[in-house]
């Protein structure tokens, strides 16, 4: 029997309008509204990434961060 998901944490999350509007895309192609699509993600986050992706993409996003603050 499938175990129920149950959404126990409620964050107050702040995205930026990029990464706003990829969650709203992924969420509507997975059926999902944007709390389970979440979810998803971070319960299989290690088998849904390319790690040496990741590191190349999070250098490059903390280099820009000040940038796109202002």
Not at 2 to 27: H, Y
Not at 34 to 54: P, R
Request: proline content about 1%; aromatic content about 8%.
């Amino acid at each position: 029997m499938p175990r129920r998901l149950k959404l126990t944490r409620r964050v107050n999350l702040a995205l930026s309008e990029d990464g706003w509007r990829r969650l709203k895309k992924f969420s509507a192609e997975a059926g999902l509204d944007e709390g389970e699509a979440l979810s998803f993600l971070f319960e299989n986050f290690n088998s849904v990434i390319d790690e040496d992706n990741l590191i190349h993409r999070l250098r490059l996003f903390n280099s820009e961060l000040e940038a796109r603050k202002t």
